[in-house]
């Protein structure tokens, strides 16, 4: 089948091309958006991937976690970020019980494919039934290891995992049976950097890291702490870029250098 291309409009970045990016030793940028405005400031400055966050349950609808956020919700804001990007692979959280059965999670999944116009979808912990389920019907998947957000009801607090050798070795194994069920990428949040050092090395797939050090193949941030507009009190390993920045466009570009050049993380926003 030939390909169409339109006008000057770029393609947008594959996972291939992600993967080859890791390869070359080159890092990924990415933070998260919500909306078209951003979006296309995002994709302009040249981040290289956005993820469509159930973040947004804190930031955008204020809540104190993000269990509130429904798949209307995802596929409303998936759709915005969608629109407005050009180049920038988009990626969309499936969010709180969206995906507790393979069958499920696939119709949800649909939907931010289909309505949201997503590249691919993140689910939170070591699901391999759904990760398997969901690459087997054509739908690319990334993981997410380490501080599970949707889990904060048990988990009790925001806080490191993987400290403990015996934490550590079950996030390793889950790594990689992500990996071996198809997953594409996988989000390792809030872990020692020596851990996320060594998943990174260890996978073929890009390791995008959030408080996970400066040795993943990739980093995120959520949009609203990096420019100091969250609700809360910003976590330690985020940065706030507007601090030496002029605009938001400036603090972007900031955030994008600072990730390409292995300027950030540094330790003080490492564990
Ligand atoms: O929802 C989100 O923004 C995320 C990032 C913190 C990785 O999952």
Redesign the pocket.
Known sequence: MRQTTYGSTPKPLTVNELIAMKQRGEKITCL?AYDASFSALIDKVGIDMM?V????GMVIQGHDT?LPVTINDMVYHARSVSTARRRAFVIA?LPFMSYNTPVVAAKNAAKLMQVGGVQMV?L?GPRIDVVRFLVDQGIPVCG?LGLL?QLINQLGSYKVQGKEPVDAAKIIADAHQLQQAGAGLL?L?CVPAVLARDISAQLSIPV?G?GAGVDCDGQ???LYDMLNIGIGKRPRFSKNFMQDAPTIEGAIDAYHQAVKQSRFPTAEHSF
Not at 53 to 56: E, I, K, P, Q, T
Request: glycine fraction near 6%; charge should be negative; aromatic fraction near 0%.
């Open positions: 998260t993820l966050g159930d973040s947004l993000t959280d993140k939170e997410h957000p989000v949040e995008i959030i995120v941030l959520v």
